[in-house]
Each structure stands twice: as C-alpha cells, then as structure tokens.
C-alpha cells in the first residue's frame, strides 16, 4: 500500500464549508500530486501499530512525521524521525515519537511514514495573500536555514515563466543552484516547473483560499524537485478589495473640464473654497461657484445649486458630513472632487460608503474625498496658486495632494512639463490603478510618476501596471513601505513577506522603476522626459539593433553606459556610483584608442579607459568632449553617455562662465548630432558658481533634451530607470 489518502482532499470555494484549522501534511501532498509537483510516496497509520503494515512497499531509508494539532513544525516537536532502515524501525520509531509527544502534552491525529528523498539543495517555496497584493510567491533557499538567511524572492501570482526565473536568479544563494564546489547544478528546468506549478497562470495558488501555502523544504537535485513538506493554512477567503472600475471611463473631462463649479467658498469668510476659485481665475477655465445666496464670489457667477452649474467638473468643499448631500445633486456633472476630509481615513468609512452612493445616485464618478484636486495646464485644471506650467508630457499620481504640489513645482523649477496630475486621496472611487489604465492611451503623456502610500485596490494596480507594460515607463515612489500593516503568520512564509518587499516584486515584474526619494522621482522623470524620443538600444537587445554587431560579451548585453569628465577621484567614484545602480562602464573599443590619443583625450601614458577622462574647464578645449562622444559612438553605440563637469574649476581657474557654457553648448550639439544615444549632464559641485550660471546651463542643455543632475548620485538612478524600462517588453 503506497498511496497516500485516497483521493486529494476538497478545498475549493470557502463558501461550501467552514474553513478547517488546517489540512495534515499527507493530504496536501495528495493535492501536490494531483497538480504534478513531486512528493515522496508515503502512506499513512493511525496508530504506532499499523505504521509498519503502512510502510510495506515503500523503499527505504524511510521517515516517519506524526501529525495533528500542535504540530506546526513537527522538528521541534520531535515529531520528524528520518533514516529509518524500514517498516519493523518505523513501527518502533512511531511508538518512541508517540511516547515523547505525550509527554510533551500532545495526541497526534496520526503518522505519515514515507521514503526518504537524496539530499540536495533545501529550498522554500510558498505563496501567501498580502494584504493589499493578494497572492504572492515566495521562493528561497533554507529549509532549515531559512530564517537565518532570510534569502527569498517574491513575485505577485500568477508568476511568469521569466518571473519564476528572476525570482531564482536574484537569491544570493543562486550558486548553490548551479553546482558549487563540484557538486553538479540542480534541475533548474524542474525548479521553474515547480514554481510555476504553485504560482503561476492556473496554478494552485487559484485553487486555494490563502491563507498559506509552504512547501519547505523542497528539495532539488539534479534528478529534479521534489517537496518533502508540505503546509497549507486556508485563509479566511476575502476580497482583496472591491473593483469600483467603470470600463471604458473617460477620464478626459477629468483633466480638461468644459467648466468647473466650486461648491462651499463662502461670501464672508474666504475659505479653501476661496482659495480654489483664486486658482481656478489664473487657469481662465469657465467658472462657476455654487452657492444658495450670493449673487457672486471672488468674483466669480454663481448658481444655487449644482444641478444648475452647468459643469462637467465640481470642486466640492463643505463639511464631511454634508458632503453626500452635495454630491446626490451633481447630475450632469462628469467629475466630483471632493477635498474635504474627515472620512475614513478619519474612521468615518460611513460617512465615505454615503459618499460614493451619492456619487453613484447622480451619475459621477467620484475623486477623493481627502483630496486636493487635479492639475493639468493644458486643461485649465489646477490645485496650486499662481502661473499654470508649461504644458507636457509627464502624468503623475499621487495619494498625497501636498506631495503632488512640491513635485509639479519643484519639477517645473527643473524642467519638467505636465500633462495630467491627479491627487487621489482616499480613492474612494476612482483609483491609481483606473487612472494609469486610462493614461496608457492617452496621446498626451509619455512617462508617468506615482506616489502610493498603499496599493488600494493591488490587484488592480497591479494590472494596470502590466497593462502598460513596455508602452509607458511608471516610477513609483512608495512612501511607508517598511510600515506596511502585515498579519503576524505562523508559518515562515508570511512572516517574511512582511517587509515591504512586496512593492519591488511589484516593479520587477511589470517593468516599473521603483525609487526612493521625490529627488529621485523627480529626477527619473526628467531623464524620461528628455529622452522621450530617442530611440536607444535596449538593454539586453542590443543585437537587435542594426547597428555594428557588438561582441557578445555578457557585458554587452547590460546596460552600458560611457562616462566622461575630468580626470581625478570623481571619475573613479563615477564608476562606483554607476557600478551600485546596476550599470555597466563597458570597455572601450580599441579601435579608438589612437583617435582618442589623436585628440588628446585619456589620462597621460595610458590607454583610454572607461570613465574616459578629459580635460574639461576653463583652459580645455570645448569642442573636445563633442569630438571625442562622436568618435567613441560611431564605433560603439552606447545607449547612455554620461558626462560630468566639476563646476567650480570654472570659477578657480577661471573667471567667466563662458567656457563653461561652450562645454555645454558643444554637449547640446553632440546630443543633435546622435539621436540613437542619450546623453546625460552631471553638473558637480554647482554651487560655486555665481548665481544664475546653473540655470543657464541647463537651459543650454534642456534645448537639446539633455538633462542635468547636480551629483553623479542622482544621474545614476535616473540613468538605471531608463535602462531598465525596454519598449516593447
Ligand atoms: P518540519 O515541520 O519541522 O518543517 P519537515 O517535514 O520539514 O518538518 O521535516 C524536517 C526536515 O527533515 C526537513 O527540513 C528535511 O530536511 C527532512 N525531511 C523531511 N521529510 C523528508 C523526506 N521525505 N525526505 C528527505 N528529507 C526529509
Ligand atoms: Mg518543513
């Protein structure tokens, strides 16, 4: 008798029972079977006395594992005998486990006796919901060292076949993988089968209402995998969230409202309504305030009602608990902000469900409430005093309406142009997730920013990440991501989710570019922006391009940046920056090296390196660093070039900025002359120069859409970001 327990046990839909504590080992495995991930044949006892009639036919060494309540890990417990020569040693084996876990004041429900797998590598493979993502896997490798290594990927389910690999790739115990110290490689075709198995498109990760699912250790060898233990806790089966998209929505009244009515200004006592309609006067968008008795605010018409507005677009800031009320009489209007808080994130999820019901009732689409509004020059839309920017292509989202304003002015301080802002508040309604899909198709915007302080509705976002996927670049920024609220859980699995991890799985596998600061998202959407346009080899597709055949080195199919500036540490530390975010200072081709030297670039005596060093300041020759980027790309494409200049030289060994501005102008035309490379400006130690010179220099460079960090820090990141988004992909 070797099969396990008869048929797999039924866990489909919670909804047909009430969820049982847990499954025994036996029957996940039996389920583990059925779904075609290798387990040790086994068999089950009841009882010590039946275990070596169980354990005839299965071929030693043999294991014995008691199971039932208390039995979480069984190690501790003693409740794990392996190397058993066979059944006669099981049967004794079993009474011994049975005396010990009495005494220890637990009954196991019974015994598992099954045959011992080769050692291997000890890997863990799991999945578990997260609260604001849903199911997610987890691969690592520990069995017993798990905790301690603390070695794991994480990928939202379903898991590509790519993801399964990445995931596998980025463990810092990948060698043991590949055969370490002579030991031959594990089947790793086996390993992704597995995973993919567990967490990829259809696999038991849909069957199962996590909860959570561990199978550790698996154990790989070069024969294949195999899962030796196997954990299965059901959740309690809720929606990750509810979906509130309306398909199809339109959210172009959103950003360029035909007229806007502010709803809750006040015609004594100026207010935050007062204050949007001084906004909204420096847009010049048709206007309304709606208000029972004035005859006009600020200046501004006003209505009674604002079913009488006429606007597709309302504004609406009145007291939370009179908001629902307002909002009922929004017929004909297309969009409802409302700014006031006080909802739940106020613990008032009552008065917010009011809200949405209302919004519902009158045929709008609701954004907020705990918002500030949306921005968008080119539609007149503004939640900030003062001038509209220039109009542009960069969209950004945002759940925080203060951290929206500092980046649309700091950003147009540094040259960025919007298309769409949207603060979204406690998206009650309309989601980041919704509004990504709808930027995905609009002609307006090439590059998209957010700021998340929490996934909302993650599955969602999640899609509409992948929706846009290789078409719109996205840089997140996620505030409080090591402060994520996640469920104690008793099983490693769900402990270890817990970091916030979860947000990179989340740009790793949709192509996002995660960051870490407003700088830095800043920063990446500058570089976006600039580049928008050039058309630059892939990293990874390089061979692609009909460019010069590259040498297929592994180097050459990263992302390969050339750096150039003035000799000294900087350049040194350049490449250590570059080196941290992932680049890759490929070599030079030696067919350069006599032009190099022919112009006088490279350091005295030796061979031009990359970072390339040239003499750049007040005494160099401008021309120089357009000579030398022309004559270096036309014989390697480098996607990136990334020159740097140590500003302050201008002014010490020098006294006008005018070389500097030649350097900068010569920079712009090399950027003309190349529009399959991108070339970016690092403008060190800027703050020595007299005031004025920086922005003259990055309007010089803004002309030729290059654009310019003041550290190599900050170029680094927005040069990775573009390195990892490939179109198409
Ligand atoms: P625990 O509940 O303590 O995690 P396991 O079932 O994982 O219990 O068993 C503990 C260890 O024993 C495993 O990490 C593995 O190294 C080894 N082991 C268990 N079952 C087998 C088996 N069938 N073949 C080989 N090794 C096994
Ligand atoms: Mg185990």
């Known amino acids: 008798m070797t099969a396990s327990t008869g048929g797999p046990p039924e866990i489909s839909g919670a909804s047909q029972r009430p969820a049982p504590a847990r499954f025994a080992e036996h029957e996940v495995k039996a389920l583990l079977r059925e779904w075609g991930v290798a387990v040790p044949r086994g068999a089950t006892a009841a009882v010590p006395a039946e275990v070596a009639a169980a354990a005839r036919g299965l071929t030693p060494p043999l294991v014995l594992k008691a199971h039932g309540p208390g039995l979480v890990h069984k190690s501790d417990a003693g409740a794990v005998r392996l190397g058993l020569s066979g059944p006669a040693e099981a049967e004794s084996a079993a009474g011994e486990m049975l005396a010990g876990l009495v005494s220890r004041g637990i009954t196991p429900d019974g015994f598992l006796v099954e045959e011992q797998a080769a050692p291997g590598v000890e890997l863990i493979v799991g999945v578990v919901r997260d ?14 060292w798990t905790e301690v290594m603390r070695d794991t990927a994480l990928c939202l389910c379903p898991a590509s076949e790519a993801d399964a690999r990445r995931m596998l790739a980025a463990l810092r115990g990948a060698p043991l993988l590949h055969g370490h110290r002579g030991r031959p490689a594990v089947d790793s075709e086996a390993l992704v089968g597995l995973l993919l198995a567990i967490g990829g498109a259809q696999g038991l990760w849909e069957r199962l209402d996590l909860g959570e699912f561990e199978l550790n250790p698996v154990i790989a060898t070069e024969e294949g995998v195999i899962a030796v233990d196997a954990r299965y806790l059901p959740g309690t089966a809720e929606p990750t969230g509810p979906r509130r998209e309306t398909p199809g929505q339109d959210f172009t009244a959103l950003f360029e409202p035909r007229a806007v009515a502010v709803v809750g200004a006040s015609a ?111 539609g007149g839309q503004t939640f900030i005093g003062g001038e509209p920017g220039p109009p542009g292509h960069v969209a950004l989202i945002s759940q925080s309406g203060g951290l929206a304003g500092e980046v649309v002015r700091v950003g147009e301080r540094r040259g ?100 870490g600061s407003q700088d830095d998202l800043i920063g990446a959407l500058s570089f976006f922006q600039s580049h928008s346009s050039r058309i630059v080899p892939p990293a990874g597709s390089v061979a692609d391009t009909a460019r010069e055949p590259w040498t297929g080195r592994d180097e050459d199919c990263l992302p390969a940046v050339l750096v150039i500036g003035p000799s000294g540490g900087a350049s040194v530390l350049a490449a250590d920056v570059l080196d941290a975010a992932g680049l890759v200072l490929a070599a030079l081709p030696d ?51 990334v020159a740097h200049v140590n500003v302050q030289s201008f002014f010490t060994f020098g006294t006008s900025a005018d070389p500097l501005y030649a350097y900068a102008h010569n920079l712009a035309r090399a950027q003309r002359d190349l529009p399959g490379t991108r070339i970016t400006l690092v403008t060190r130690n800027g703050e020595c120069a007299p005031p004025g010179v920086e922005d003259e220099v990055r309007a010089i460079a803004a002309g030729a859409g290059i654009p310019v960090y003041r550290s190599m820090e900050a170029a680094a990141v927005a040069v990775a970001a573009a390195a990892r988004f490939i179109r198409g992909a």
């Open 591 to 641: 067919e350069t090296r006599d032009v190099l030297k022919a112009l006088g670039a490279g350091a005295a005596g030796t061979s031009p390196a990359n970072p390339l060093e040239v003499p750049v300041g007040p005494r160099g020759r401008p021309e120089l660093v357009r000579e030398v980027i022309g004559a270096i790309v036309a014989r390697r494409p480098y996607p990136d070039v």
């Open 416 to 515: 960025l142009a919007f298309s769409r802002v949207a603060t979204v508040g406690n998206s009650a309604d309309v989601t980041p997730a919704e509004l990504l899909g709808w930027l995905g198709g609009d002609e307006h915007t090439s590059v998209v920013g957010m700021y998340l302080e929490d996934p909302r509705d993650g599955r969602a976002l999640f899609e509409a990440l992948m929706s846009v996927r290789g078409r719109l670049p996205v840089v997140l920024l996620v505030g409080g991501r090591s402060g994520q609220g996640r469920r104690a859980a008793a099983s490693h699995t769900g402990g270890m989710v817990g970091d916030g991890r979860v947000w990179q799985a989340l740009a790793d596998q949709t192509g996002a570019v995660l960051v």
């Open 131 to 144: 609260p604001g993502f849903g199911p997610v896997l987890l691969a690592g490798l520990g069995g017993v």
């Open 268 to 378: 004594s006592r100026p207010n935050f309504g007062n204050m949007f309609l001084e906004f909204y006067k420096a847009t010049g968008v048709p206007l309304v305030a709606v208000h029972p008795e004035a005859d006009e605010i600020n200046g501004v018409p006003t209505v009674p009602t604002l079913a009488q507005a006429g606007a597709d677009y309302a504004l609406v800031a009145v007291p939370a608990d009179r908001c629902a009320e307002v909002v009922r009489h929004a017929k004909g209007v297309s969009f409802v902000q409302v700014m006031s808080g006080g909802f739940g994130e106020a613990g008032a999820a009552g008065l917010e469900a009011d809200l949405v019901r209302a919004a519902r009732e009158a045929g709008a689409r609701l954004l907020g409430p705990n918002c500030m509004g949306v921005y968008s020059p080119r």
